[in-house]
């Protein structure tokens, strides 16, 4: 790879509020800070929660049923509405995106793997950002563990990205590079520019971001 490749984890604690309404502000921060990353010649790959939180707001509940299929039903609504306003806040950006829905055990089947890796780098030539979330209707893992943490280190792994990088509700980051076992905690979204600034993504090249070992979820 010439350019540096990296995923974003964006969770449902970053884009909710308490009344699960989406964050209008935090999609906009989000669509504006990777669309700066993007124009800064890096390729850029995002990983969503929120589809559940967007049914359950379009179709005016209070809260999360206790069912999987109706949680599974919600993300599906949801996720209309939620890469439709995705699309909203990067088009303020003149940023495309392209809609990306996987399930975590794509990991386990190689030639699944070899369509999404082909997918994955056309897009990102064509200087597309990848909006991915987990395949609810097949795929319930996410789910049941409430997080995207796995769906993201299987993304990495996948296309082999330079860092991993989970997006906090306070506006920090934690960054997994590629060929690590640890992860970097970086206080403000300065210091994250100055710190991918300072990666050297051809030495990272010789590295391999091995799944799901070098992600430690628990600890996130």
Do not use: W
Not at 107 to 135: C, D, H
Not at 143 to 159: D, F, H, M, P
Not at 192 to 214: E, G, I, Q, R, V
Request: proline fraction near 3%.
């Amino acid at each position: 790879m010439t350019k540096l490749r990296l995923v974003f984890d964006v969770e449902e604690e970053m884009l909710v509020a308490n009344n699960y309404v989406v964050d209008k502000k935090m999609l906009n921060y989000i669509a504006m800070f990777l669309s700066n990353l993007r124009n800064s010649d890096r390729e850029v790959i995002l990983v969503t929660a929120g589809a559940i939180a967007s049914g359950i707001e379009r179709l005016g509940l209070s809260g999360y049923p206790p069912s999987l299929a109706e949680k599974q039903a919600l993300a599906a609504i949801g996720q209309v509405e939620l890469i439709k306003r995705y699309q909203n806040v990067f088009d303020e950006y003149t940023q495309m995106i392209a809609q990306v829905l996987l399930a975590r055990d794509i990991i386990n089947n190689p030639k699944q793997q070899k369509n999404a890796k082909n997918t994955f780098r056309k897009l990102l030539s064509l200087g597309v950002i990848p909006v991915i979330n987990e395949n609810d209707t097949i795929s319930t893992a996410d789910i049941e563990q409430e997080n995207n943490y796995l769906l993201s280190a299987t993304v990495a792994s996948i296309t082999q990205a330079h860092a991993l990088i989970v997006i906090n509700k306070d506006f920090s980051f934690k960054v997994l590079c590629k060929g690590n076992n640890f992860y970097y905690t970086i206080a403000s979204k300065e210091d994250l520019l100055h710190f991918l600034s300072k990666l050297d993504y051809k030495a990272l090249n010789k590295k391999k971001f091995t799944y799901p070992t070098d992600f430690p979820s628990q600890n996130m």
